[in-house]
């Protein structure tokens, strides 16, 4: 039940009970020992004088028998009211002015329980918009049973609109005797300014002129997209991307504060990092000063090692140093290594993993179109022009020398590995002889983008296509020796690259993610000029560094170019540096950082709260495998042991632990940071990242470790941990609060944490058990039942479209979203389990209905389910995402979801012709 109101003083009740407000000036000049003073002088005097231990204890108990009466009077009055309107009596409401409703309700229900009769007042709040009315509307029930065998239960409510806001609760004697029948929750209103501003918010995201049984999504949302213009410097904007902003901003107010918040040397050690890291961030005129020369000074490391030396033997020695020095920045080129558990044999064993690279583009279906390409080429050439080698300007000179003067911060070609690195003895050697560049550095810029579009686009036609993989774990596990890699990809030197990442460890197994890759890169490579390759090299580079320079610099510009074109941002728009650098810090030190948000928003019980959720989920999972025709007894067996086992994380990291500055100091210490020097600061960020990840090679699996910083908006399933996880991030407003009803939180951070135990079930995770071991661990006849309702949702999903901004239709990939339509399938299990608990065992203290909200409990769980998907994007965006996310757009992981959930469309009473009520047959149903 809702926190009862205390009554509002009025204006009547907070004046001084005097003659007009002024004092009886004969009475305050009387003589006070006159014997002709009256009677109200002398209870005056007494009321004056000290009052003794026995007067206090008469007063009291006067007090309390005055407060006794007047709710036995109360109560009188209320069921005498009652009864009069019940039989008809009661003053005529006729031209007062107040309109009066009866409504009238019949209950039947079985007892053999004694009479009870009691009266209650509760509320009811009616509000089209809380800036202009809020009008409160009083209800007035009466519940009465008799000794008979059946008996009625009778509701008999009058509705008063009034113009003042009042709440009367008067609360009579419980029903005795089994079974106990309390007075039904669906009217009771929270009134409490955060319950208000709590409705305000569904308020003004919903669009009520929509049906929801026919565009659901907007009648939730369409007043949140109307009032959440896109900024211009951004592709979209949404609930998560909202709810990341207001994150940062948090932990923003840590940053520039330069007080210190703790009373020990372990964090002052954290926080001057961190906050020195953010200032370099946002000295615009230090990044303004130094212009691009940090970046010209990467990539003419990367020629330098790309080029090698004359006494090198082969060409790929350069080519094998080169990707060693990039993929230690965190470059991706080429191909990618990356350590994860060993799938097949042991997921705690920690192994290497080979897979395809990123490309320049968000995927390989760019490359085909013309308009974009003609684009990227363009912003290639640029790069190549603007940091071709001949550009090292003078003020490399200074910046050199501020690395090196600068203390507590190493050269920036020691930071990566701590051992010595690059391999040349300083002098720029390089091999010139059988250089036939043109004298024109722009003609030679312009032909080299164009050779290097089509050596990407190359590349991206021999990859694996992303559904594949990462609908298929079968098929992207594919162990092999070194030796086999090495055959297959003559052109790298695996040994001499492994060493700049484990010198003292040369691994002798890897898991090769799309077995063709690596022969068919190896055909790319014999027939591309060494040039090609070197200028691919630099536009990797370029690409992932220049927009950590100032935003006057030539380079920066140019990528921020790519980037208007492929999110159709608004030329020249660019947003708030605070933010960008909130999310470089986040990126870079977000473990650091979770520690100061988690300790300012994750407060009281709120993991217990979150926990709770979790584990009422995966209770209705499990309980839903009893049900499910489909999936026979063994297979159902095996899934509930899954489920069962499942390692549920929340809030916050124990390695390194969020909770201890000195875990967090020792983690972040090969980080270096300087305030003058934000583009080193980022390098040696990113190499710590990589260190960090290959010393994990050959070591068991670390289970306090997250993927994930505290302060991240999403959460994630693992497989071959088995391990779902819930960042600090995510459970906060819209989508948690340890204060909001069960309809709410279930309906939000239920839906999330029903997700990610869903994947655990979805197309590729019901492949790996439940130690995280690869197996067809479900019977033959369980395995092809689910795949017809595979088939189904893939089949449902392709039909939807978005619109292209040119005139087009794009269609959902429905084979690259499966896994996660599948996974929002487990909606339904978020929606059992907030019944079960609701109607089982809640606290009718968290079950309260908003003020102003003409909804259902259960509408507004699909409410707050719908309002997490809020999203407003434009067409390049929407494109995008369609092409490279496994996510289908939001409009349909709402719709489409509902779509599928019987329970929806009761609640919303649906007609058997609504678009969201189809019949039961072309429903894709998984788990019923």
Known sequence: MADREPWSPRDHETAPLLNNGQPDRDQDTQDQHSPQRSVTNRLTDVVHEPLTGLTKVLLVEVLVLLLISSVFIGLFAGAQHKLNLTKGGGDSDEGNGTQTETETETFTFTTTAASTVYSATTTTAFSTAFSTIFDITTATETATKTTTTTAVYTSVSTYT???????????????????????????????????????????????????????????????????????????????????????????????????????????????????????????????????????????????????????????????????????????????EFYIDGDAGVDPNAMTLWFSQPSLGLPSKEYYKDQSILRTYQDVIERLLITLRDEEILSASDDHASLLVQTEGLEDSERVWPPWPWPPWDGEDDNNDEDDKRPDDPFLRAHELAQQVVRFEADIADATLDLDKLQQDPFGTYNPTSINTLKAALPQVNFPDYFATFTPRFFPSRVIITYKPYPSSLSDILKRTSSDVIEAYLVVRAALEYAPNLGTTTEAWKAVRQLQETLNGLRPGAVGERSEFCMRKVESAMGFATGRYFVNATFLGDSKEKATEIIADIVNAFENSLERIEWMDEESAGKAREKAEVIRKKVGFPLSPDTRDPRSLVSYYTLVKVHVDTFFENMLSAAASDVYKMWQKLGKARNPDEWEMAPATVNAYYNPTGNEIVFPAGILQPPFFSRD????LSYGSFGMVAAHELTHAFDSAGRLYNQRGKLEEWWTRQTSDAYQIRQDCIVEQYSSYTIDDGKGGMIHVNGNLTSGENIGDSGLIQAYRAWKAQYEDSYDAGHEYLLPGLDLTREQLFFVSFARTWAMNNRPADAVQRIRSDPHSPNRYRTEGTVYNIPEFAEAFKCSKYAKLNPPQEKRCIFWS
């Open 161 to 335: 609109t009034t113009d003042i806001t009042t709440r009367t609760v008067i609360v009579g004697p419980e029903p005795t005797g089994p079974p106990q029948v309390p007075a039904p929750p669906s009217k009771e209103i929270c009134l409490t300014p955060e319950c208000i501003i709590l409705s305000a918010s569904i308020l003004s995201s919903l669009d009520t002129s929509q049906d929801p049984c026919e565009n659901f999504y907007e009648f939730a949302n369409g007043g949140w997209i109307a009032s959440h213009p896109i900024p211009g410097d951004k592709g979209s904007i949404g609930s998560f991307t909202v709810l990341a902003e207001q994150n940062w901003q948090v932990i923003q107010k840590v940053l520039e504060s330069d007080t210190s918040l703790y009373d020990n040397a372990w964090d002052d050690q954290l926080l001057r990092k961190v906050r020195t890291l953010y200032k370099s961030c946002t000295d615009e005129a230090k990044l303004d000063y130094l212009g691009q020369v940090p970046l010209q000074r990467f990539v003419n490391n990367v020629r330098k090692i790309y080029r090698g030396k004359r006494t090198d033997l082969a060409p790929r020695q350069g080519l094998s140093n080169a990707l060693g020095y990039m993929h230690s920045r965190g470059v991706d080129a080429l191909f």
């Open 740 to 743: 909001w009803p069960g309809y």
